[in-house]
């Protein structure tokens, strides 16, 4: 199996920072893709910002300038650092890594979410 670690949620003000983690584990043999996704209640999961294996990045337009995703290979950690918050990015954030696993080949997984709250 692959697990998926999260933590660095919590409550912010408007304008605050923070900064979320996510480390992989278990039985696979590479990783590609990791990212984050966000759901807020009543609306559907949405990607806020993904890496690939080599360092490409893709980030919602919501969150360009404002949020910086980064990886340690080393480690199978992938982090969002989020500066300059709204109350609009009050979610739960989710991990997600594209993982190959042996005689599974690859796959998504998902960590177990964590609450993000921005007050205004």
């Known amino acids: 199996q692959v697990q998926l670690v999260e933590s660095g949620g919590g409550l912010v003000q408007t304008g605050g920072s923070l900064r979320l983690s996510c480390a992989a584990s278990?039985?696979?043999?590479?990783?590609?893709?990791m990212g984050w996704y966000r759901q807020a209640p009543g609306k559907q999961r949405e990607l806020v910002a993904q890496i690939t294996s080599g360092g490409s990045t893709n980030y919602a337009d919501s969150v360009k300038g404002r949020f910086t995703i980064s990886r340690d290979n080393a480690k199978n950690t992938v982090y969002l650092q989020m500066n300059s918050l709204k109350p609009e990015d009050t979610a739960v954030y989710y991990c997600?890594?594209?993982?190959?696993?042996?005689?599974?080949?690859?796959?998504?997984?998902w960590g177990q979410g964590t609450q993000v709250t921005v007050s205004s």
């Open positions: 997600i890594c594209n993982a190959a696993r042996i005689l599974v080949g690859w796959r998504n997984y």
């Open positions: 278990g039985s696979f043999v590479s990783i590609d893709a």
